[in-house]
């Protein structure tokens, strides 16, 4: 199917603004992006869809969300808002775990029908692509659940859903060396086997696994021909960036504790830094220093981290705005980082971006001015999102 979409006031590829431009498309893909007053004469005949004067930016994608768990952890917030370590709660059993006892007790289809409401909010605000982790499961035998949850959200909605392994926390009972094996001798290559996953993550942390443990899960997971990426530097600085960029990660998540020498190290490799404003700010922890990476030549994504405790957050929007404010980008550069660069953090070079040969995913923006969303807080005005070409917000 061939289409010329028109009466755009403004354009971001994100890497470059385009006035009054046309976006001409073939079988969901772009096949050319510019002023409308360029347009190559074999694409006029195409058959015309007027956007009304509203302007355009590339879908969203959410490179890091935990989206599939049961209950809440609102008992937690209102502690933490007085006062209680997000640590010390973790450590006395609560936290991570008391998320773990609520998604270990919900049956597959309960799963299904909690987070499919929480994607399709996201896709209502302007989320195109999405990755969802599991993690929540901890034993085998729950974590293939979460997955299988996410294979059929990829086949029953229609944002693209990029589904990744975490190696969370050690269960309660579990001996380390006995669960550490049973990750990487037995899960990885079953979830390898049934095409599960694309990556595996790990939460290298204070509380979670050891740098040590986290070389082994992401060793494994290069073995079975899977992606890596990690929960770096989040409460204590562990080294777990500087070993994405050694063993070649998509990303390295989190950095509210990192250094010039982590940022040297991802810089160096090409791995995306990830930051999670909802984390940093929502946990009040040190908003990670993302201007200075940036600048270091680190290519920076921004994410929501949604999930019951750390980041409660349904706004990427918001984590943008926090990235401009608190993490010193620009408005262009949070753009850029909240899609192309969240795109290449999944290892996806054909989505987040408008330019021939990528997935036809837009916004269109309520508003001549396409970052308009950004200035005003609190409101994000959309008109439509596009995947594929397809209009599938609103139904
Ligand atoms: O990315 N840090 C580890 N994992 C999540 C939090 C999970 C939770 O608190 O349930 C995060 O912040
Ligand atoms: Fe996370």
């Not at 199917?1 to 498309?25: C, D, H, R, S």
């Not at 990487?184 to 390898?192: G, Y």
């Not at 950095?255 to 010039?260: G, H, V, Y």
């Not at 969240?342 to 290892?347: C, Y």
Request: proline share 5%; glycine share 8%.
């Amino acid at each position: 199917m061939n289409q010329l979409f028109l009466g755009i006031t403004e354009l971001y590829t994100p890497f470059k603004k385009i006035e009054k431009p046309a976006i001409a498309v073939r079988n969901g893909r772009v096949a050319w992006v510019g002023a409308a007053e360029n347009l190559p004469a074999e694409y006029s005949s195409w058959d015309k869809v007027d956007l009304g004067n509203h302007s355009v930016v590339p879908g969203l994608v959410d490179a890091h969300t935990h989206l599939i768990y049961a209950g809440n952890r609102y008992d937690e917030y209102l502690r933490r808002a007085r006062g209680e370590s997000y640590e010390a709660i973790l450590e006395s059993g609560g936290g991570i775990y008391s998320t773990v006892r609520a998604t270990q007790a919900a049956s597959e289809d309960e799963l299904f029908d909690i987070a499919k409401v929480r994607a399709l909010k996201f896709m209502a605000a302007g989320v195109s692509a999405i990755e969802i982790k599991s993690g929540y499961g901890l034993e085998s035998l729950h974590e293939l659940k979460m997955l299988r949850v996410i294979r059929r959200m990829q086949q029953e909605l229609p944002l693209r859903i990029h589904p990744t392994l975490l190696a969370h926390v050690i269960p309660t009972g579990w001996n380390h060396k006995k669960y550490l094996e049973m990750f990487t001798d037995e899960l990885i290559p079953e979830v390898k086997h049934r095409g599960l996953a694309e990556a595996v993550d790990v939460f290298c942390d204070q509380g979670a696994f050891t740098l040590a443990e986290a070389r082994k899960i992401l060793q494994a997971a290069l073995a079975q021909g899977l992606k890596i990426k990690v929960h770096a530097e989040q409460i204590a600085r562990t080294g777990a960036a500087k070993l994405a960029a050694e063993l070649g990660a998509l990303s390295a998540d989190h950095l509210e504790q990192s250094t010039p020498e982590d940022w040297q190290a991802l810089a160096a490799s090409g791995t995306v830094g990830t930051i999670l404003p909802g984390a940093a700010v929502i946990l009040r922890k040190p908003f990670p220093n993302t201007r200075a990476m940036w600048d270091m030549g680190v290519k920076i994504a921004i994410a929501s981290d949604h999930n019951p405790g750390s980041s409660p957050l349904y706004d990427l929007w918001l984590a943008m705005r926090l990235a401009i404010s608190l993490g010193r980008l620009s408005v262009e550069e949070a753009l850029i980082a909240a899609t192309a660069n969240a795109a290449d953090a999944l290892g996806q070079s054909d989505i987040g971006r408008l330019e021939p040969g990528a997935h036809a995913d837009f916004l269109v923006v309520d508003t001549p001015q396409a970052l308009l969303p950004l200035y005003q807080w609190g409101n994000t005005p959309l008109c439509s999102v596009y995947v594929g070409g397809q209009a599938v917000w609103p139904q």
